[in-house]
């Protein structure tokens, strides 16, 4: 696959899921998920992988409601309170928000954002 942008993978996973081929689409949106987050030039792995989630999590309320849908209140908290302390305070919640992320996407963000603590208290000396 040579798809360069994010609209080129959209358009190459739609023709070759035209051609039987899922498996290949769903690699093409991945990518085109992950160029998205690329595209914000984020300055660790945690932010890179928090950025493909929202992306992903537009893809499916897009796909869900047939048209395409932002995740409006998401990108303002992130646009308030900054990428990481955004996350943090979804994932945190008491009551899981409808439509964020998964229980296990969850924890995954809890533990990338404690190894990222541990590495900034560790370079904070």
Known sequence: MLSKTPKDCEQFAINVEARGKPELARAARRRAIELRALEHNAHSDPEREALEAVYAYERVLSENAGKKIKAT?????????????????????????????????????RARLRELTNLLDETAC
Do not use: C, D, N
């Open 73 to 109: 209140r998401t990108w303002q908290m992130i646009k308030r309170y900054g990428l990481i302390l955004a996350v943090e305070h979804v994932v945190s919640r008491r009551k899981e928000a409808k439509g964020y992320f998964s229980g296990e996407a969850a924890e995954r963000s």
